[in-house]
Every structure is written in structure tokens, then in C-alpha cells.
């Protein structure tokens, strides 16, 4: 329902809006409620908060500047009239451009207000996103991702800005409201005119943002920030009155900062603005280890967060039980590597140690099993569909498979067999009998090795069972 008004914000919010051919026309449909729900409060105007609409497609496109609605009901209107454009895509570019229209005077950005970038996305892109949006926050922009699919948790805790757990949300398209207020709150953190806060909050570090208060050269700024606990240790910095943002670094991990903004003018008394900032826990790594792709003979390793402050990882692998050990080295930029050579059906105890520059090492362990070479298909289920008839579905085989050859051995008529491609993975079973139980065997077809076949029993219900419901029938 309507909120209540929220004035006293000033800022330019630019939404990257995902309008390629990989979003359903009702997924965009949903995405467009969910950003008026989102800025519906907001007061809008040259004072106010400005908004825009940037398309992801093969080529980005601008739906409207930011100064052009400057009341609810017009941006509301312009919203809905938001027509996907489908096509590629092509993320990177749009980071790019949206760059170039954040602080353009053609697109109504304004250069002295808070900037932010709420990315909605379904979590895939064809080109390369993490220098363009590394320009982005570079420049002083907030960014916020909304993921509605499967993205890549590394990549996209990367590009939000920091810490993730503020600005990077995953959800489904559909709950999209369980996430409005949160983020709605959070944009305001950073849009909310004349107060001192900070963002960008690291465990050594915060970026501090401020309203333009002087306009003078001749003016400046003072700030002055101590831990709470020991304001003896008070540290000062000065900045000229074109400032409205610093970063404060080399600070304490998990301390609460005590700071003050003192307006230095001959002109007008401005009020000093105090603020409260801790900074987090300080980051190790790694903290997760992520075994994902496993083949008969290897398997990806992952893991998170990486820092600047590792200058190269040690990936220590070897079988269960025994003593054989082979190492990996990885470049401390990277967090990902693939594991060869490895034995089928094992399992392997894999160690990922960071070697900090500082000398110090951090390790983290996981277990991983490689499949069964030639494996047999997975998880083989039946659901009824009715008429007599039974849809068998199976999870892929290991390996290059050439397709798949299912057999139904019928309790009562003859039996059958359907081949399929490799992209299929389940097939109708018709002319089932009521009440009988038939045999179902799915096998993998390879070019120079047999496939296993798994089979299931499948029953059909009688017709008086199944009457006015759908009866699932699981092996």
C-alpha cells in the first residue's frame, strides 16, 4: 500500500534494468512493480531525488533522463510505459554508459548529490562487468544488486559495494517485496540530506558523506574521528569546501569510530555534524571453500573473499584415505581452480591456504568426490499425467553421452523403447494400465564405453484413486 512521504533526501538513483532476451516478459513486468514500490515514497525534484531508467540490452538505451518526472505520478506513469527491449546481454557496456549519464549534464544528473546504481538482474551477462563497475564505485556511486536468479555469489559480492550483506540481495522475482523496505532504507542511508554518515564500511576503512554546505574556496572542512573508547587517540583531516566525501583508512577492525564534521566558513556558522561508525571484523581468507562441477576426474574449487592483502593461494589435494598430496598455486587475484587428473568415484580432501604478504598463512579445508566414470543417469522420477499416461524424468549422465534409451517393460501389453538426444532428459509413457506396475530403465548411450542403466518400478494408480487430483507416483 502507499507509504508515507519521505522528504528531506536528496540524490540521483539510477536503475540498470536487465531488457534482454534472458528476462520473461513477465519477470520485467514484476521487476517494473517492484522499482515503483521502491522510490513511490521518495519527494522528487531538483532538491529532491532524481530518477532514472538505464536498459541492458545489446546496446544500453536511456528510457528517460533523470530531470524529466519530477512528481509520483508522472514517474509512476513513465514506469509502467517501460517497454523491454530483448536483445544481448551486454551488462559491461551498460555499467559503461550509465558512468557516463551518472554525471552528465544532458542526462539531468546533478554533480554535487549522493549518486546510486540498483542493478536488477537475473544474475547473467555476456561481457565483462568488474571493470566498469569498479570505474563506477571508484567515482564515489553507491551500488546495489538485486539478483533474481542464480548469479555467481563471488562476482556479484565483488561488484556491490561493501559490506554485500547491505547491498547485494538475492531473491526471487516473485518476493521481490520481502526485500523493498530493506533496501529502501538502505538507499536512504545514502541519499538523506543534511547529515554526516558513512558508507563503504570495510574493517579498516569507511568512505564519509556529507551535504555541500561551502561554497567558497576560501572554506573548509575539519573532521576529526577517535575510537570511542579512547578519544585521546582523536586523528584530524582537512578538506576544501568542494568536498563532499572522504575516505578514512588504516583504522581498527570491529571499532566504533566517533567523528565529527566541522564547517570552516567567515561567511555563515554552519553546526558541526557527528557520526557514529564501526568498522567490521577484520577479513580473512579464505572463510568459504566451494567444490561445484565434479566430473569423473576433476572438479572446480572456489573460494571467498579475496584480498588485496594475499599475495597467493596453495591448493593441497589428495584421495581418502592415504597420504599422496599434490599441490596447486594460484595467483592471490584469483579465487577459482580446476582440480585434474583425479581418480573416478573418489573422494578427495581438498585444503586452500592463503599466503598473507604479511608472511602469515590462513587455511580452510573441504571434502570432494568425483563421480563414477560412465555413471548411470540420476534421480529417475515419474509424475502422472494422466490418460494413462506417465512422464519418466532422469538428472544427466557423466560424460559426452551420444542420448539416452529408456525401456518400459509393461505388466500387461508390450514393451517398448524410446532414444532420445542428450539435451532430453524425460520422455511420456503412454498406454499404461490402471492398477499395473511397470518397469522403467534409463540408459546413458556413449561412443566408446557402455552406459549403466538405472531402472525404477512405476505404478499406476487405479482410475477410482486418481480421480480429482494429480497423483504423483516416485519410484
Given at each position: 500500500g502507499p507509504q508515507p512521504p519521505i522528504s528531506n533526501s536528496e540524490g540521483d538513483l539510477l536503475f540498470l534494468l536487465d531488457s534482454s532476451g534472458s528476462v520473461s516478459y513477465y519477470e520485467f513486468s514484476r521487476v517494473k512493480e517492484f522499482m515503483w514500490d521502491l522510490v513511490q515514497p521518495f519527494t522528487f525534484g531538483p532538491k529532491d531525488v532524481q530518477t532514472s531508467i538505464i536498459h541492458i540490452s545489446t546496446t544500453p538505451t536511456m528510457e528517460f533522463p533523470f530531470d524529466r518526472y519530477l512528481s509520483s505520478g508522472t514517474l509512476q506513469q513513465a514506469i509502467r510505459d517501460t517497454r523491454?527491449?530483448?536483445?544481448?546481454?551486454?551488462?559491461?557496456?551498460?555499467?559503461?554508459?550509465?558512468?557516463?549519464?551518472?554525471?552528465?549534464?544532458?542526462?539531468?544528473?546533478?554533480?554535487?548529490?549522493?549518486?546510486?546504481?540498483?542493478?536488477?538482474?537475473?544474475?547473467?551477462?555476456t561481457d565483462d562487468i568488474s571493470e566498469p563497475m569498479q570505474l563506477l564505485k571508484d567515482m564515489g556511486v553507491t551500488v546495489f544488486i538485486v539478483s533474481t536468479g542464480r548469479g555467481n555469489y563471488l562476482e556479484l559480492s565483488a561488484a556491490a559495494s561493501q559490506p554485500p550483506e547491505k547491498h547485494l540481495h538475492f531473491v526471487d522475482v516473485d518476493d521481490l517485496p520481502i526485500i523493498t523496505e530493506e533496501l529502501r532504507d538502505s538507499i536512504l542511508d545514502v541519499i538523506q540530506a543534511n547529515r554526516l554518515h558513512a558508507v563503504d564500511i570495510t574493517s579498516s576503512s569507511f568512505r564519509l558523506i556529507w551535504p555541500k554546505l561551502l561554497s567558497e574556496e576560501t572554506s573548509y572542512y575539519t573532521l576529526e574521528y577517535a575510537p570511542t573508547d579512547d578519544l585521546a587517540r582523536k586523528r584530524t583531516k582537512q578538506v576544501s569546501g568542494a568536498h563532499t566525501s572522504l575516505v578514512l583508512s588504516n583504522l581498527a577492525p570491529e571499532t566504533t569510530y566517533e567523528v565529527a564534521l566541522i564547517p570552516e566558513s567567515n561567511v555563515h556558522y554552519f553546526p558541526p555534524q557527528t557520526t557514529r561508525v564501526t568498522t567490521l571484523a577484520e577479513e580473512i581468507s579464505p572463510v568459504q571453500v566451494l567444490i561445484s562441477e565434479s566430473g569423473p576426474h576433476s572438479f572446480h574449487v572456489s573460494w571467498a573473499p579475496t584480498l588485496d592483502s594475499v599475495i597467493s593461494y596453495q591448493i593441497l589435494y589428495g584421495p581418502l584415505p592415504g597420504n599422496s598430496v599434490k599441490l596447486l598455486e594460484v595467483d592471490g587475484k584469483h579465487n577459482s581452480t580446476v582440480v585434474e587428473n583425479l581418480a573416478p568415484n573418489t573422494t578427495y580432501l581438498v585444503t586452500v591456504t592463503a599466503v598473507y604478504k604479511s608472511g602469515q598463512e590462513k587455511s580452510l579445508s573441504a571434502k570432494a568426490c568425483t563421480q563414477e566414470e560412465g555413471s548411470k543417469v540420476r534421480h529417475l522420477r515419474f509424475e502422472d499425467m494422466g490418460s494413462n499416461t506417465?512422464?519418466?524424468?532422469?538428472?544427466?549422465?557423466?560424460?559426452?553421452?551420444?542420448?539416452?534409451?529408456?525401456?518400459?517393460?509393461?505388466?500387461?501389453?508390450?514393451?517398448?523403447?524410446?532414444?532420445?538426444?542428450?539435451?532430453?532428459?524425460?520422455?511420456?509413457?503412454?498406454?499404461?494400465?490402471?492398477?499395473?506396475?511397470?518397469?522403467?530403465?534409463?540408459?546413458?548411450?556413449?561412443?566408446?564405453?557402455?552406459?549403466?542403466?538405472?531402472?525404477?518400478?512405476?505404478?499406476?494408480?487405479?482410475?477410482?484413486?486418481?480421480?480429482?487430483?494429480?497423483?504423483?507416483?516416485?519410484?
Amino acid at each position: 500500500g502507499p507509504q508515507p512521504p519521505i522528504s528531506n533526501s536528496e540524490g540521483d538513483l539510477l536503475f540498470l534494468l536487465d531488457s534482454s532476451g534472458s528476462v520473461s516478459y513477465y519477470e520485467f513486468s514484476r521487476v517494473k512493480e517492484f522499482m515503483w514500490d521502491l522510490v513511490q515514497p521518495f519527494t522528487f525534484g531538483p532538491k529532491d531525488v532524481q530518477t532514472s531508467i538505464i536498459h541492458i540490452s545489446t546496446t544500453p538505451t536511456m528510457e528517460f533522463p533523470f530531470d524529466r518526472y519530477l512528481s509520483s505520478g508522472t514517474l509512476q506513469q513513465a514506469i509502467r510505459d517501460t517497454r523491454q527491449l530483448m536483445g544481448d546481454t551486454n551488462t559491461g557496456r551498460a555499467l559503461s554508459y550509465a558512468k557516463e549519464k551518472l554525471f552528465s549534464d544532458e542526462a539531468g544528473a546533478r554533480p554535487d548529490v549522493p549518486k546510486v546504481l540498483v542493478w536488477v538482474t537475473d544474475g547473467f551477462s555476456t561481457d565483462d562487468i568488474s571493470e566498469p563497475m569498479q570505474l563506477l564505485k571508484d567515482m564515489g556511486v553507491t551500488v546495489f544488486i538485486v539478483s533474481t536468479g542464480r548469479g555467481n555469489y563471488l562476482e556479484l559480492s565483488a561488484a556491490a559495494s561493501q559490506p554485500p550483506e547491505k547491498h547485494l540481495h538475492f531473491v526471487d522475482v516473485d518476493d521481490l517485496p520481502i526485500i523493498t523496505e530493506e533496501l529502501r532504507d538502505s538507499i536512504l542511508d545514502v541519499i538523506q540530506a543534511n547529515r554526516l554518515h558513512a558508507v563503504d564500511i570495510t574493517s579498516s576503512s569507511f568512505r564519509l558523506i556529507w551535504p555541500k554546505l561551502l561554497s567558497e574556496e576560501t572554506s573548509y572542512y575539519t573532521l576529526e574521528y577517535a575510537p570511542t573508547d579512547d578519544l585521546a587517540r582523536k586523528r584530524t583531516k582537512q578538506v576544501s569546501g568542494a568536498h563532499t566525501s572522504l575516505v578514512l583508512s588504516n583504522l581498527a577492525p570491529e571499532t566504533t569510530y566517533e567523528v565529527a564534521l566541522i564547517p570552516e566558513s567567515n561567511v555563515h556558522y554552519f553546526p558541526p555534524q557527528t557520526t557514529r561508525v564501526t568498522t567490521l571484523a577484520e577479513e580473512i581468507s579464505p572463510v568459504q571453500v566451494l567444490i561445484s562441477e565434479s566430473g569423473p576426474h576433476s572438479f572446480h574449487v572456489s573460494w571467498a573473499p579475496t584480498l588485496d592483502s594475499v599475495i597467493s593461494y596453495q591448493i593441497l589435494y589428495g584421495p581418502l584415505p592415504g597420504n599422496s598430496v599434490k599441490l596447486l598455486e594460484v595467483d592471490g587475484k584469483h579465487n577459482s581452480t580446476v582440480v585434474e587428473n583425479l581418480a573416478p568415484n573418489t573422494t578427495y580432501l581438498v585444503t586452500v591456504t592463503a599466503v598473507y604478504k604479511s608472511g602469515q598463512e590462513k587455511s580452510l579445508s573441504a571434502k570432494a568426490c568425483t563421480q563414477e566414470e560412465g555413471s548411470k543417469v540420476r534421480h529417475l522420477r515419474f509424475e502422472d499425467m494422466g490418460s494413462n499416461t506417465l512422464k519418466a524424468s532422469w538428472d544427466a549422465a557423466d560424460g559426452k553421452v551420444l542420448g539416452y534409451r529408456v525401456r518400459c517393460r509393461r505388466q500387461a501389453g508390450p514393451s517398448s523403447v524410446i532414444s532420445v538426444s542428450p539435451q532430453v532428459h524425460s520422455v511420456l509413457l503412454t498406454d499404461l494400465a490402471s492398477g499395473t506396475t511397470n518397469k522403467v530403465c534409463v540408459k546413458p548411450v556413449y561412443k566408446n564405453q557402455p552406459g549403466k542403466r538405472l531402472c525404477r518400478m512405476a505404478r499406476v494408480q487405479p482410475a477410482t484413486e486418481a480421480q480429482g487430483y494429480k497423483h504423483r507416483q516416485r519410484a
